[in-house]
């Protein structure tokens, strides 16, 4: 094998592997911040607060972070990010027409949400499923409160995406560091 054909292949095998972390993270802080801005917790913010947040880190890195982990040979991680990734482009660069177009929105993507619950059920990760689950259960909640215009299961949404990105934080925390840090051991599964 020559050596530019060696540098090629070793670069194949590389470029996916540290993707999942950092997908992760990208997911656990987008989820985090529209979740917390949508409960109403912290004063004079709106969910257009974390435009800049939503469009590059949960949507532009997080679809990189999927394409990587396709190139390194993981078809439900990249599903997973590529899809966040559109998911959270497109909340950011548009605007529904009408609460029943938000409702459609929110329904759509609790579907994707699901399949990548479901990918998580055989064989998966717990925390992932949790992640994965929540969300979803976050969607339904901002769909469901967009089609009866209530504000209250907003909030509920809201406080459901923020421990899913919770969640997807810690995934992501373990990932990096391992599950022990500072001599205490954290619950992984």
Excluded at 33 to 42: D, E, L, M, Q, R
């Amino acid at each position: 094998m020559s050596n530019e054909a060696a540098v090629a292949n070793n670069r194949s095998l590389t470029l996916g592997a540290a993707a999942g972390s950092l997908g992760y993270l990208a997911l656990g802080l987008t989820l985090l911040a529209v979740g917390i801005v949508s409960t109403g917790v912290i004063h004079n913010t709106t969910v257009a607060d974390t435009h800049g947040l939503t469009l590059w880190v949960g949507g532009v890195a997080l679809f990189i972070c999927g394409l990587l982990e396709f190139r390194g040979g993981s078809n439900a991680t990249g599903t997973a990010f590529a899809g966040l990734g559109a998911l959270w482009v497109v909340a950011s660069e548009t605007s529904p027409s009408s609460a029943n177009a938000a409702g459609l929105f929110y329904i759509l993507w609790a579907l994707l949400a699901l399949a990548l619950t479901a990918s998580q059920w055989r064989g998966g990760s717990l925390l992932l499923r949790g992640v994965y689950g929540l969300f979803t259960v976050a969607l339904i909640l901002w769909a469901v409160g967009a089609f009866a215009t209530s504000s209250g299961l907003d909030k509920t949404a809201g406080w459901v995406a923020a421990v899913a990105g919770l969640l997807s934080w810690y995934a992501a925390t373990i990932s990096l560091g391992g599950s022990t840090w500072a001599g205490l051991n954290l619950p992984v599964r």
